[in-house]
């Protein structure tokens, strides 16, 4: 689990509830009426703008928001050196069957294995990254529908709660409902806006900048594996996209090693 995420999500929600509590409780601030127009609204408003397995799918990609990166990159980095080794000592033909630590890698160091020359291995693994680029903006995109849509939906609440309450002025039990509708339909936009979809959105697009980052090593180590440039020196090319304190504790303990 994603801690910044959780504690994120959990302290913003938290906040809020004190807040209303504080104030009185929270049962003022919970509008059936209000619920269906900006989660429901927006829930079809969604739908109707992505096509339907783009948008059920996308369910399953925002939770991974809360999910931390599987793949630790000084862990990946240890294993490229130990294939650009065998490559060098046994040959190409032995990394064949290796355990591979990502499916990106594995299809790249396939086509070196089957000898495709460095301008098909490039042109054929850019194609992946950019696939995988799509496939996130897709996601991203039903995201930046609800976000959009959201307050959208908020704000014709509060239209449908004052038409509501200016067609009954004569009836003084009806103004309160009706504000009712109008003030908490704006504010449940809101939330699902800024409090929930946002972040999600922004961790998202967090998630393929750092993809994106881990199929550049990986071309990277292809490619200097088809060279047979020393596996020191490819490992000291891929700690280069390490944050600078995991290059350190890199360093450190090969310092220790020798």
């Not at 995420?5 to 906040?15: D, E, H, P, Y």
């Not at 269906?36 to 609204?41: Q, W």
């Not at 992946?128 to 959208?152: C, F, T, Y």
């Amino acid at each position: 689990m994603d801690l910044a995420s959780l504690i994120g999500l959990i302290g913003a929600v938290g906040m809020i509830l004190a807040a209303m509590i504080a104030g009185g409780g929270v049962a003022p601030f919970i509008d059936t009426q209000s619920i269906l127009i900006v989660f429901g609204g927006t829930f079809f408003g969604v739908m109707y703008s992505n096509p339907l397995p783009v948008f059920l799918g996308s369910f399953g990609v925002m939770a991974k928001a809360f999910l931390p990166p599987v793949k630790k990159m000084d862990e990946l980095v240890e294993r490229m050196s130990d294939l650009a080794s065998i490559a060098r000592k046994d040959g190409m033909m032995a990394l064949e069957g290796q355990d591979v630590p990502d499916k990106f890698f594995q299809k790249g160091l396939q086509m070196l294995v089957d000898g495709a020359d460095e301008a098909k291995l490039v042109s054929q693994l850019n194609q992946e990254i950019k696939a995988m680029k799509l496939r996130h903006e897709a996601n991203q995109g039903v995201v930046k529908g609800w976000i959009d849509i959201g307050p959208a939906m908020g704000m014709i609440g509060t239209l449908i709660g004052l038409v509501q309450m200016l067609s009954n002025m004569e009836d003084p039990k009806s103004i309160g409902p009706a504000m009712a509708v109008a003030l908490l339909t704006t504010l449940y936009g809101a939330m699902l806006a800024t409090m929930i979809c946002l972040p999600i959105a922004d961790k998202l697009n967090l998630r393929m900048t750092e993809e994106a980052r881990m199929q550049a090593l990986w071309i990277d180590a292809i490619l200097a594996i088809q060279e047979g440039t020393n596996p020191r020196v490819i490992e000291q090319l891929l700690r280069s996209y390490l944050p600078e304190n995991k290059r350190d504790k890199a360093a450190g303990g090969e310092a220790q090693d020798a």
